[in-house]
């Protein structure tokens, strides 16, 4: 048998020792109708070759990051991993230990948990952290509740810019602890339209940072709307994002979560992950899961042991602060790894990059025919608007070997047009010009080809693309007026060169088709809304008549 | 452990030097941007520390050498399952195709993983006789919750939500269980364990309800014990209205034997990390499927990896009833991958090899032991034994001496204070990997230290000495909180 190192000879003596016949002898208080008769009914056992053979052609079966270019992100991101990460966690000391209960035998995962705790205060810019969660949902989730029994309060607030899983978990986690759940609407601008949700009940107010669109949340704001209902701010912040950005603890949370996995952990369909969890040194007595602290032995000797143990569910019990036991150590130790191997300059430059290739990427895209939905700053990633549903171009994109993003359809109503894009610091040049190429393609082989407009995110220009593909561009700054009629549309710069375009799509359209009509200048009005409205003011709207056009012109 | 050659590492950050680093990262290869336009204001840099590659793998190995594995040695932690972790499951773990899966990914693109997921399901389906398994949740303890969180949605089906506030626990239970239940808004009430070892059926009798959500109960019990009247409690609680729940952390113990989606549970919890040898990695990550008999089906937690009409693999989503999702994406997959491939090695021959000599062993350390450590409980044990230590009191020796002076004799010790019931408790889990050498060895130890108990406590009240700290000073700190590195201390 694999694994099993009994001889026959073993058996018999050991069973001798024992003193009855056969191992069937054992088990004599497993009654006679609880016991299986028959083989269980599953497939013979492989070799090793075979097994590997197996498991290979499984895997075989999944296009990955290594066959495909990944820009998908939503939390889980394709992101470099250190050669040293996974040679120093496969070492059999660390991978075959158990949670280190007994110290003197556990020196060195201990000192490792402890330098993580160590790193990811630093990164979030709190007191202190714990040794680790599950993943990132459930540690905002057990935030929540640690607010909730902080604060004796049974609600907490959260905003629609946390991503929709997140929420999800939290729904599940409080629904059982009857602690409503309040939802700040988001989808508008992509940012939380005001915090007035926030009240005196709240335990705590829920952000993101980024947010699940890619924009940077204005936490300073969420403070001081905290501070006067008393709730505590609960901040769920992207650790790369983290190594660039003010810190969430300089800005104001009370409590940190996280997604550990950027840290030097693979995206394995999601799992294993890291749950990262941090918050003020007052509160270090509510916190849930294990932490590791430094004391001394009796020759006073440093040492490291897991601390605050009352808090823990196998003294506590029910008066526990949570039932977590096992978390998630190795990826904790993946995480320790990773941290040190990029250190301080590294985890500046992996962000560097990733807002280098993010603007690269949001230029190129826009040009391509896409429309960057939401106006502010984002880190690493951001929502496109497409001229058609954002899953079309997800699955075309996949049979040329793109992930291209999340369609955002599948998570909120009307938001079929919504593609959510990541870029990481891995993302070339090249990956990014190619996924542009193909993304206008896609578009351009779409029937619906009124995709005419189009601002660069640094918003210095307009892109004309034409039937053809050509796409031209104009200097924001220079122009004065653009006007859509149901032929043609023009735009007039301020030296007062115009230029008319004729597209297809609109003139086929038949004079007296007042339906087709009215549907095309619906979806092209409210293409150009999302760019225009600081530049543009629409002064004309009228589709039924004839000859009727749209203008858009500088306020 | 050996005696150590190398010095204890400093923390990392006292070997930080500015300017080096510890690995070869990419840089971005497009046009540089305004970073203060892009992003607006930026942090101070992050306090990590700088260190050259070859000092970082020195600072972890040295690090790893003085922490204790299976690979290290016997490990014979109980509750805990601590069997060898074959690597031909981190092999097939690492491979990209599995590795560099993103969770999002469009379904067509991951036929493969969707096979692994509903592979191991068929396979936890047929060992535990459940009618349903989901990988959703990620550990033992989350399992747990899980169940509970389904358990209330099936109450509140039937609208008996608000009168069923309570959740059962038996007093030897792991701490999980009354933690699991009050995470899950209930009451805990303790149901005593009678002299035999056995759950005491009459004061179960006398607090079962319908008041009564579930009862948890652990099969084989945290004694190491079968639960040998299974059928007639569930019974009892489901005369009641009430859910029983099977703790599914002693499964090693049953596979291939006995199933308990036969015993009567509606619902369990496993531990992939525990039976299906899916690495511990010193505290996670776990990985803890659950089973769950058909009436709590429409219940559990969304999205599910499934098949469809024709057999083909589906992740449905559209399930009104679910309590919800309970973790990130699909649980710990790559976990799901480990357990797949060592389910897929033993096959349908192997799998019951592993508890029959799960128990062989657990019995042989009893039967070698009982003169000097007798067991709580003097029935055959399952896969762990469960002795105690309470006569080395009058000695001055206690249970944890004894563990700690085992870890100067080169072992891992057993898991001491569980269950809370067992005065100086000594829970010793073999699991089926280790030889009888190995075992003779452990046993050879815990007779001499037991002869040392009584001869020369002070070896005992003095240990560890070999290791690179002794005993350290937990009140020191908690008094003290030191869990973050600062330099000036
Ligand atoms: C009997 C028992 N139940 C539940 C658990 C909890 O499992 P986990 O640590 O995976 O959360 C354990 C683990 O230690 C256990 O021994």
Redo the contacts with the bound molecule.
């Keep these: 048998m694999p694994y099993i190192p009994h001889s026959e000879e073993d058996r018999k003596e050991m069973l001798k020792t024992i003193g009855v016949d056969r191992i069937e002898d054992l088990f004599v208080e497993i009654p006679d109708d609880l016991r299986l008769k028959a083989p269980l009914n599953v497939p013979e056992g492989l070799d090793e070759y075979k097994l590997f053979g197996h498991l290979n052609e499984l895997a075989s079966k999944n296009m990955s990051a290594s066959d495909a270019v990944c820009f998908l992100g939503a939390g889980i991101y394709d992101r470099y991993i250190p050669a040293v990460v996974g040679a120093l966690i496969s070492r059999g000391e660390f991978l075959t230990a158990y949670t280190p209960y007994q110290p003197e035998a556990s020196q060195g995962y201990l000192q490792t948990i402890y330098e993580f705790q160590t790193m990811v205060a630093e990164l979030y810019g709190m007191d202190l952290a714990n040794a680790s969660m599950y993943c990132g949902a459930t540690a905002m989730a057990e935030g929540a509740l640690m607010a909730c029994s902080i604060k004796r309060r049974s609600q907490v607030v959260v905003s629609e810019a946390v991503h929709p899983h997140y929420r999800q978990v939290l729904e599940t986690y409080c629904s059982p602890m009857d602690v409503e759940v309040k939802t700040i609407p988001a989808l508008a601008s992509g940012r939380e339209e005001s915090l007035d949700l926030v009240t005196e009940e709240a335990a705590c107010l829920i952000l993101q940072q980024p947010n699940f669109f890619g924009m940077i949340t204005d936490i300073k704001a969420a403070r001081e709307v905290c501070d006067r209902t008393g709730s505590l701010l609960l901040v769920s912040a992207d650790p790369t994002a983290a190594g660039l950005l003010p810190t969430p603890g300089e800005l104001g949370a009370d409590i940190v979560t996280g997604e550990g996995q950027p840290l030097g952990i693979p995206m394995g369909l999601g799992g294993p992950l890291l749950g990262l969890f941090a918050c003020r040194r007052e509160y270090a007595r509510q916190i849930p899961g294990r932490i590791v602290g430094r004391t001394h032995d009796e020759q006073g000797r440093l040492g490291y042991t897991m601390t605050l143990r009352t808090r823990e569910q196998d003294i506590r019990r029910e008066r526990a602060t949570s039932n977590i ?2 978390n998630e150590a190795l990826m904790a130790l993946a995480a320790t790894v990773y941290m040190s191997a990029v250190g301080k300059n590294g985890i500046r430059s992996v962000a560097e990059s990733t807002v280098q290739n993010t603007q690269y990427a949001i230029s190129r895209l826009t040009e391509a025919g896409a429309r960057i939905k939401y106006k502010g700053s984002v880190f690493g990633e951001f929502v496109l608007s497409l001229p058609i549903e954002a899953s079309q171009v997800r699955d075309e994109l996949h049979k040329r070997g793109i992930l291209a993003g999340l369609p955002l359809g599948e998570y909120f109503e009307g938001e079929e047009h919504s593609l959510l894009v990541a870029v990481t610091e891995i993302r070339t040049k090249d990956e990014i010009d190619w996924f542009a190429s193909e993304l206008a393609s896609v578009l351009d082989n779409e029937e619906n080809d009124l995709w005419l407009v189009g601002a660069s995110l640094d918003q210095s220009r307009v892109q004309v693309r034409q039937a053809d593909g050509h796409v031209d561009a104009r200097s924001v700054e220079t122009i004065e007026k653009v006007t859509v009629t149901k032929s043609n549309w023009s735009i007039k710069d301020q030296f007062g060169l115009e230029m008319q375009f004729t597209d297809g799509a609109l003139a086929e359209i038949h004079e007296e088709d007042t339906a087709g009509f009215e549907a095309v200048m619906a979806a092209l009005s409210k293409q150009l809304e999302g760019w225009d409205e600081e530049w543009y003011e629409k002064v004309v709207y009228p589709p039924f008549e004839k000859n009727a056009a749209v203008v858009f012109e500088r306020v | 452990m050996t005696t150590r050659t190398v010095p204890t590492p400093k923390p990392i950050f006292e070997k930080s030097r500015p300017g080096r680093i510890g690995c070869n990262i990419p840089v971005a290869d497009t046009p540089k941007v305004d970073l203060a336009a892009a992003v607006g204001e930026t942090r101070d840099s992050v306090a990590w520390p700088e260190i050259g590659e070859l000092d970082l793998v020195r600072h972890f190995t040295n690090l790893s050498q003085i922490n204790y594995g299976i690979d290290t040695g016997f490990y014979p932690l109980g ?2 399952t601590m069997k060898y972790n074959p690597r031909i499951n981190e092999q097939t773990a690492a491979l990209p195709g599995f590795a560099r899966l993103h969770p999002m990914q469009p379904e067509e693109s991951i036929p493969g993983a969707i096979e692994v997921m509903l592979g191991v399901q068929d396979f936890l389906k047929e060992i535990t006789g459940f009618d349903e398994i989901t990988m959703q949740p990620v ?4 399992g ?1 919750l899980t169940c509970l969180m389904m358990i209330k949605a099936y109450h509140e089906s039937r609208g008996e939500g608000d009168q069923r506030n309570i959740v059962l626990v038996p007093d030897s239970a ?1 701490g ?2 009354p933690a699991s239940a009050a995470r899950c808004g209930y009451k805990v009430k303790s149901v005593p364990t009678d002299a035999e070892g056995n759950t005491d059926i009459e004061a179960l009798r006398a607090v079962m309800d319908e008041t009564v959500a579930a009862f948890m109960v ?1 099969n084989p019990s ?1 004694l190491g014990l079968f639960e040998p009247h299974i059928k007639e409690i569930c019974d009892l609680v489901h005369e009641k209205g009430g859910q029983v729940f099977c ?1 599914g ?2 499964m090693n113990a049953m596979v291939g034997v006995t199933r308990p989606g036969d015993h009567g549970f509606d619902c369990m919890h496993l ?1 992939l ?1 525990k039976t299906f040898s899916t690495p511990h990695g010193g505290g996670g990550p ?1 990985c ?1 499927a659950i089973g769950l008999q058909s009436h709590l089906e429409a219940f559990m937690p969304a999205p599910l990896v499934t098949r469809g009409a024709v057999g083909e693999p589906v992740l449905d989503d559209d399930r009104p009833q679910s309590i919800g999702r309970v973790s990130s994406f699909f649980g710990q997959f790559l976990m799901a991958v480990r357990a797949l491939t060592y389910l897929a090695a033993y096959g349908s021959d192997g799998l019951p090899e592993i508890a029959r000599h799960a128990v062989l062993n657990a019995n042989y350390i009893k039967a070698r032991l009982k003169d000097v450590l007798p067991p709580a409980h003097d029935r055959p044990c399952m896969h762990e034994c469960i002795l105690t230590a309470k006569e080395y009191k009058k000695y001055g020796v206690r249970a944890l001496d004894i563990s700690k002076r085992l870890i100067d004799l080169g072992f891992h010790p057993p898991t001491n204070y569980f269950p809370l019931i067992v005065p100086e408790c000594m829970m010793i889990e073999p699991t089926e990997t280790e030889s009888k050498e190995t075992l003779d060895e452990f046993c050879d130890a815990m007779i001499q230290i037991c002869t040392e108990a009584r001869e020369d406590h002070e070896l005992l009240i003095n240990a560890p000495q070999k290791q690179v700290v002794g005993r350290l000073n937990e009140a020191e700190a908690v008094k003290n909180l030191d869990v973050k590195w600062q330099a000036d201390r």
């Design positions: 036991c096992t | 509750s805990c550990a033992g303890a989350h747990e792991h999980t269980n652990t945290t703790d952390a002693n531990n990390h776990g803890g």
